[in-house]
């Protein structure tokens, strides 16, 4: 049983979606009445001494960037949600979207409101069809009762939110990219600056936030920056998270738990422990871009800070679990072959250097690796790091990085045997 | 004359006429009509199963833009199919956590029970089997899509 508060997740049921009259009796879009009440800019303070971080990945304090966002600019101004969460072992924005939508459409509301631009749109990806009709039928709900369009809840300020469905690619995760996308572009990135809060969409101001991130603000102005702060065990930090859980778990569900939760809570209690009564290997800890952990890291806080202290990251927090069976080379082998096959091939360190790292890691792991085969690996990796044209290629190195710091033995294995010594 | 004709028979197994008058008058009010290519070619998809030259054309028609900005567009996305494809598309997922759990062996059973390989139609025209990238059912590995029902 999950006995930490519920925030996001308060309202879930397997299998329903909440309409607006449920969401509305469970505090729904106060949060918002409140908002437009205060002052735009007193909203994007609020949302900044909450402590709230984005939940996409890169874990940037929301309130810091809405406060380099020009509201003040005359003229066009956008706010993007990026619902494309693509990468292989995140789920959390779909279980969200799927249980109670309005949130975001409150998030929303309060974000544009906040930053002074009234048009958004919600980007969602070509597999959530299920959330788009969703979301679509929400925002219908949410203009009829006055959430939205014009004149909202009779504050004299508009609120236009278009729903975009894509058709496929990794990389249109990435907010430039996915500003291209949105413009009927070829959607590789743009290089920055200038970021999207200087010249984004159609060429103006835009702020991108992520789902959770977006749908989390309501609950921030409802009940305050002190609650939200409490929320989390670790008191450095702020609030919830909604952790999906993935890989070798006896119960591979999605739960929102308090940032600063130990990793050992998260597999053993929430998890069910390693499915087969096998040993914890290792994880990913946010997705397939985030750096492993090992057994040694078991009893770290889930937080944005405490795992890059280890050289990790907590991304997303779609946590993947690996047992003690699992041959960690394979596991590289099969997350480079994605970070490969969805490079946009604009640039060459990501382009070239991931097809050579795939070609390497298939050489190692089917038994044809040589030392010199570890050398070159590295020499990728490090010429690879820092010099891709967007973050996709610095991500993929995430896992290669830590199978090399953690796991190097096992390669060495591989290469010693020639052969894979788990298929043994 | 005749040619004409021809054209609009074309376009119409493409699109219905009615879906393509709607698109157009959208991209008359709109300021940047480029942002429909996607839901367009999408639309365009779903009528006809993939986006043959003749889609692209429509497309940039409609739209009143270039045919190279829509085939950019359109050769981007891994969704978007710029070749004929069975009626229903299934997708099964290679990502890191159905791998995990075993999505090899739906990929072999699937290829075997259906009598194609990644990336064929079978002869009957009804199947396509792809790969595809994590589609966001982790929870539920191993996971396939099948049209756009995961």
Redesign the interface.
Known sequence: MNAYPQVLFKNRRPGETVLLPEYEKSGGYQGLRKALKMSPGEVCALVKDSGLRGRGGAGFPTGIKWSFFPSSQPGDKYLVCNGD???????K???LLLADPHQLLEGMAIAAYALQAPVGYIFL??????CSLRVERAVKEAIAAGYLGKNILGSGFDVELHV???????ILGEETSLLN???????NPRSKPPFPAQRGL?GRPTNVNNVETLATVPHILAHGKVWFHNLALNPESAGTKLF?????LNK???FELPLGVTLREVVDEFGGGVRGGKKFKAC?PGG?STPYLAAEHLDLMMDFDPLEEVDSRLGTA?V?V?DED?CMVA?TR??N??FA??S?GWCTPCRDGLATISWLLDRIEFGRGTEDDLTMLKDQVRNIKGRSFCALAEGAMGPVEALLRLFEDEIKDHIRKGCCPFKQ | MARGVKKLKVMTELLPQEQVDSFKAKAAVI?????????L??AIQSHHDWVPDDGVLLTAETLGVLPI?VE??AT?????FRRAVGRRVIHVC????C???GAEMITEHLQKSLGIKLGETTADGVFTLLP??????????PAM?IG???
């Open positions: 969460e693509m990468e292989p072992g995140t789920y924005d779909r279980q990806r070509y597999a959530y069809e299920d975009h469905r894509s058709a496929g690619r990794y996308g949105l413009e009927g572009g070829r959607p159609f999906g859980l993935s890989g070798h591979p569900e999605c990913l397939a779609g993947t690996f699992t596991v099969n997350l072959q994605f096959r969805e946009c | 300021a940047h009509p480029h942002e429909l290519i996607v839901d070619l999408r900005e950019e567009v981007f996305y891994d969704k978007i290679d990502s890191i956590c791998w995990s759990i595809t990238c994590c589609l966001g059912a982790c929870g539920e590995a899509m756009l029902t995961i």
